[in-house]
């Protein structure tokens, strides 16, 4: 073709071929780029930093599984409320001259707590008294005068009628007399309530009116409210279906234990015993109430305070013990990976001059678990007694895979180790690292991430 030939080609064509084969290029040159970078990437293969390769050992932790018992508790939130609280109150309407009391002191019953200006009620204590003295000498004038009628009507002096009518009138100021007797018990006893007494022992809190003040019976606040403290109870709800179970180690053995913790669920404030279970059911949550009872010596449960409270309704004995941190879950269930010793556990290390333990394999197990109490669980069913158990590195590990067993300190210093090996090597660190198998396995097969 001549160059006026090559020149008549349109422009737009030439970008449409140029355009066209920088795609297929892309096409067949990006795959093995990415093949390549992803090969020297030490991470890209799926692996972690300290153990990994199809075959190189893992190192993690363990611990021996052990026989010893465990607490069967039922956990719920509590409110702590006091054994009895009263408002002290005047019984009579006066002026407030005195307290007695220092806020937040302890009192006992009967302790006298403040007074009320006691004149006006002296004032008509006398007044009743020197009434029912007047009605008493009319009685008594009345009853001899019937005595000399009852003589002379013996006699036949005197009519009967005028004798029937003087015993009525005795009978007249017997009913007046007791009628003053009872307005004198009335002013003596309202004279005595001039004296405000606590109705319960217990601990007083904040004063409520001030000395000077005009208080009344019909008063709704009081002078103080005086709370029992000292022992305290504890209210707490559980699920009815847990109802039986407690019902029934109630009925059969000594009261049971009931442990106050704080809102953090941490530190243990109080211990009692399980006091009484409410008579029904709420039917719109579907639990029970239940009291304890707790001694509060050091008063270190306050009325209305929250509180998380564990009940104990049992002791599982002479069951497998294991750390929590052993038991994963899977779609399957719970499982663990139990280390499996392998042949010559441990080897001489020539250049160091000391014993290295040896590789080993893992088994994994499905277990049925129990009760636990946050740092042990039981395994009722998948593990016996001095069998070891991996509680640190099971991210990485799957049926029959090689560990080895090391403590915390020296797998963090192989992880640091390997992740830098891994990454100043390029793609050689990429190659020994790079897990081509994915993740740990759950029980059924599939990865766990």
Not at 128 to 143: F, H, I, S, T, Y
């Amino acid at each position: 073709m001549s160059v006026q030939q090559r020149k008549g080609i349109p422009v737009k064509t030439i970008l449409v071929w140029l355009v066209v084969a920088l795609a297929i290029a892309a096409v067949i040159v990006l795959p093995v780029w990415v093949k390549n970078k992803s090969a020297a990437n030490p991470q890209g293969g799926g692996g972690g930093g300290g153990g990994g390769g199809a075959g190189q050992a893992t190192p993690v932790g363990v611990a021996t599984a052990r026989i010893g018992k465990m607490d069967v508790t039922l956990n719920a939130l509590g409110t702590v409320t006091a054994r009895a609280t009263a408002t002290v109150k005047p019984r009579i309407d006066g002026l407030l001259l005195r307290v007695l009391f220092s806020e937040g002191q302890a009192v006992k019953a009967g302790e006298v707590l403040a007074e009320i200006d006691p004149e006006p009620f002296r004032i008509q204590l006398e007044q009743a008294e020197g009434q029912l003295a007047r009605d008493e000498a009319l009685l008594m004038n009345a009853r001899l005068d019937l005595e000399r009628y009852r003589g002379l009507l013996a006699k036949d002096s005197i009519a009967r009628q005028q004798v029937d009518t003087q015993e009525a009138l005795v009978r007249q100021n017997e009913g007046v007399v007791k009628t003053d007797r009872a307005a004198v018990g009335n002013a003596r006893l309202q004279l005595e309530y001039t004296r405000v007494t606590a109705p319960i022992s217990g601990r007083i809190g904040l004063r409520l009116v001030d000395p000077g003040n005009m208080v009344h019976a019909s008063d709704a606040t009081g002078l103080a409210v005086i709370t029992q403290t000292r022992p305290i109870n504890i209210v707490f709800s559980i699920p009815e279906q847990d109802l039986s179970e407690v019902v029934g180690a109630m009925h059969s053995g000594p009261p049971l234990e009931v442990a106050a913790y704080d809102r953090d669920n941490k530190a243990l404030l109080a211990a009692g015993k399980l006091l009484t279970i409410d008579n029904q059911i709420d039917l719109a949550t579907g639990t029970v109430k239940l009291k304890a009872e707790f001694a509060n010596e050091d008063e270190s449960l306050f009325p209305n305070q929250f509180v998380n409270t564990r009940l104990r309704v049992k002791t599982l004995r002479d069951v497998v013990l294991a750390p929590t941190a052993a038991v994963q879950r899977g779609t399957a269930g719970a499982y663990c990976y139990v280390v499996k010793a392998a042949s010559g556990a441990r080897t001489e290390s020539e250049e160091e001059g000391k014993a290295q333990p040896g590789e080993a394999t893992v088994d994994l197990r499905l277990v049925k678990v129990g009760p636990s109490d946050g740092n042990l669980v039981a395994i009722l069913e998948g593990i016996h007694a001095g069998e070891q158990v991996v509680i640190d590195g099971t991210d990485r590990l799957r049926q029959d895979a090689k560990v080895v067993v090391v403590d915390a300190q020296e797998r963090a210093r192989m992880q640091d180790a390997g992740t830098k090996e891994g990454g100043g090597k390029g793609k050689k660190g990429g190659k020994r690292n790079g897990d081509k198998n994915g993740g740990a396995p759950s029980p059924d097969g599939g990865a766990r991430s």
